[in-house]
């Protein structure tokens, strides 16, 4: 590419200020769809350039969304009634949580995150030695950047969880949605508390995922909100919270996520029941492409969350260029599983609301994720049954 | 305290702050002053006479913090504002070459803030499942125990449970030894006697079951002995009653684990019925030999008893000590469990023989009934918190012990017994009043040195505590 040409061209000082932002104009029009470029190009600005959510003071978006009464009360939506049920049964107290159990990030007999999570050969490729006591630091430092994204991402989850309640036809939905507000309220309780009291560090949000939460946000449209929310941010946080599920040997926060996920697999399993004949009847073509390339922007948006640049700017940030560091993350083992879980999650449900079509599948190909479509979606998949999933693995 | 109240700025403000910045300092007095009038006349004009009451005024904004945006649309500045933090944001990263901080900066605590708020208290306790039930005297029963996957208790000759039983819905937690031998393949169990009027231990001796749940903290205590095949040791040992459970953890494990160790044990009890252990202290007798030898006291001897009679009072005690031909060596460690009198006399009993207080370990165990200066302050309070160098302020509810209000807050902290029994939850008293139940395990030295115990510690006043060694 042009730009990467340029790039490499640049003193290392002058290439280190200006490629974040080259990066973002790549991002941004990756789509050639004019209607999502003009959704998503506003929130890209906010985030990637003016970084909005790193700027210290609380952010204010406004929101466009109406909201839906209907004073008949109706029983309209049986499964959405269903999912409300079960989510009255299922609800737990984050305080039951084992918080008496000691935490210490650096502690390799019950570590956050399995040692080889990154390939520290890579970097001591690039000339970066890290002592044993520093990989172990880097590698606690990145459970706790993830966590924090974890934590951003549910804030983002409440607020859009609370309008999308709003916004919703079915009434049975609403109610539903009351217990995802609650929800989302206990995740932001328990990761925070997690973060606050046992790692004791707080990273700033990262502007990808600032970027897709402040689109959807403020976002008119109730099934774009729908989409954003329900189906790209939960179905690919479910995928991340699987697999870091999977990874801990740090009883706390084992348990802490096997609780979420069964959370979030009903609030995906509600994204894919109120969005399937939507998408599949009421939208014209071009509606549905435009959902189908907004969609695909979002992917990569969560694929880019993952490099971690925050980790970046904290250890590496005058040691390595920025595209050194992203192939550094993007070739760790532990970064490779959590994407390719993550995107195991995400396509099924695509799939299923009908937002894969030929048209867009090349695109989904270049971007390696193709080879999970035939996965379960989250209306095949119960909270237990992931959890039984994952620890079978 | 708080503040005095500032006063909105309005246009006059506003026009005598542009003033002061723009004319020489020497005029800022004049500015202030001509500011002062101007507003007086104008709240006079406007019929809003000035409080007569002194304090009650607000108070103008000093010149130079006055904001000169203020008069303007609140929206516009917030605009403006907005604007000028994304300029900041991208001339520091395009030409100071600085990105903002990665972490979040959160200030800590100060002290005074409440960070975390009283919530229910999470269990502390442990299901343990009940795999048998012996009656070992009319009052007195052994209760089987496994953790809940099946697998043996890990504890120490000597240890205790504590024990959470809810009796008309009241928590009641009582300290039960262990009395097994702490060896591979043997089972776990406490015995628990029948107290007159003991609320926990007439609820289990009349209503444990095989296949019940037992709520447990533990094993905790230092009563304890480290077991070592080499070692060659004669252990006095005196218990009175129930007294005798972890005395009979401690023998048996000794006696089976130490080939050249031996054992004397003086044992009280009322009647020949109620001696707890009998037949066990008997095989193990033949087992052993003259390793072990048991010396049973009664209070209520039958005619043709032989043994030792009474209570074990300073004199019998004496008595028996000689009886049996124990001259102190310099090196024997004694051992001691049964009710306070029985304790006090064989202290003195041994204090009079010379033997060095160092050498004698002791157990006892009281009723919460029993305890005094629980209560705590009957408001809430504030304990900050130190540990890992961090400062964590909790809110203790009145009732509410330290050691429970941290850990619903969220804060790691070490313990074990819960009942003032153990030491584990030793923390020192920084600043503040903190009160104890009493009697608990801690010595005399440490409650100078300003230790407590948080399991049984209730603020009187806001403190500060510092968990060591964490």
Known sequence: ??????????????????????????????????????????????GLILQRGKQGVPTKMPSHHRVYFDWTYPNDHPDMRELYTRAKEQQWNGDDLPWHIDVDPENTEKP????????????????????????????????????????????????AAAQVTEAVQFFDGKL???TQVVDEGRHVEVFH???????????????????????????????????????????????????????????????????????????????????????????????????????????????????????????????????????????????AVF???????????????????????????RAGLMKYFDGQSARELSGDQMIAELDAA | MVGKRQARVGRFD?????????????????????????????????????????????????????????????????????????????????????????????????????VSLPRKTPAMTRPLKVTDVIRETDDAVSIYLTEADGSALEFRPGQFLSVDVIIDGERCRRAYSLASACMAGTPRHITVKRIANGRVSNHLNDTIRVGDELAVLGPSGNFTVEPRPVNERHLVMIAGGSGITPIMSILETILRLEDRSRVTLIYGNRSWKDVIFRDRLAALRDEVGDRLIVDHVLEHAPEDWSGGRGLLTRDVLEGRLDALGIQDDGLQRYFLCGPTPMMQAAHEALQARGVAANRVAEERFTRPEEREGAKGSSEAELVMISRCGHEH???????????????????????????????????????????????NCLSRAELEQRYVLTCVGRPHAQSSILVEGA
């Open chain 1, 1 to 46: 590419m042009l730009s990467d040409k340029v790039l490499d061209n640049l003193p290392q000082e002058v290439r280190r200020r200006v490629e974040p932002y080259v990066e973002a104009v790549q991002l941004m029009t990756q789509t050639s769809n004019a209607k999502v470029l003009r959704s998503m190009a506003p929130s890209g600005i906010r």
């Open chain 1, 112 to 159: 956050i995150m399995p040692r080889q999570f990154m390939a520290f050969d890579d970097l001591r490729d690039r000339g970066i030695r890290l002592t044993d006591l520093e990989e172990r630091r880097l590698n606690s430092s990145v459970a706790s950047w993830m966590l924090s994204q974890f934590l951003h991402g549910e804030q983002g989850a409440l607020f």
């Open chain 1, 176 to 178: 539903y949605g009351s």
């Open chain 1, 193 to 335: 508390r997690y973060l606050d009291t046992k790692l004791n560090k707080l990273y700033q949000i990262n502007d990808n995922l600032f970027v897709i939460i402040d689109a959807l946000i403020q976002d008119s449209r109730w099934d774009v909100k729908f989409l954003g929310m329900q189906i790209m941010v939960e179905g690919l946080a479910l995928g991340a919270f699987g697999t870091l599920y999977q990874m801990t040997k740090e009883p706390l926060l084992k348990e802490l996520l096997r609780m979420v996920i069964q959370d979030e697999a009903r609030h995906v399993h509600y994204g894919v029941l109120a969005l399937r004949d939507h998408f599949r009847h009421e939208l014209s073509d071009s509606e549905r492409r435009e959902r189908e390339d907004w969609a695909f922007e979002v992917a990569l948006l969560m694929r880019n969350r993952f490099l971690s640049f925050e980790v970046y700017e904290e250890w590496f940030e005058h040691k390595l260029t920025r595209k050194e560091w992203a192939e550094f993350v993007t070739n760790s083992p532990g970064f």
């Open chain 1, 339 to 365: 994407r390719q879980v993550m995107f195991k999650r995400l396509v099924p449900n695509l799939r299923e609301i009908g937002l894969l079509s030929d048209r867009i599948k090349p695109h989904y190909d």
């Open chain 2, 14 to 114: 506003v026009a005598a702050a542009l003033a002061a910045r723009a004319l020489p300092g020497a005029m800022t007095p004049l500015i202030e002053q001509a500011r002062l009038d101007a507003k007086m006349i104008l709240e006079r004009a406007s019929g809003r006479a000035p409080s007569p009451l002194i304090g009650e005024q607000a108070e103008p904004a000093p010149l130079r913090e006055v904001d000169l945006l203020s008069i303007l649309p609140r929206a516009f500045v917030e605009k403006l504002r907005s604007a000028e933090r994304d300029v900041r944001m991208l001339t520091g990263r395009l030409i100071l070459g600085k990105n903002p901080s990665p972490l979040i900066e959160r200030s800590r605590p100060a002290a005074g803030a409440v």
């Open chain 2, 393 to 439: 302020g909790i809110q203790v509810e009145p009732g509410q012990t330290i050691l429970e209000a941290a850990l619903a807050a969220g804060i790691d902290m070490p313990f074990s017994c819960a009942m003032g029994g153990c030491g584990a939850c030793r923390v020192r008293l920084t600043s503040g009043d903190v009160r104890m139940e009493e009697p």
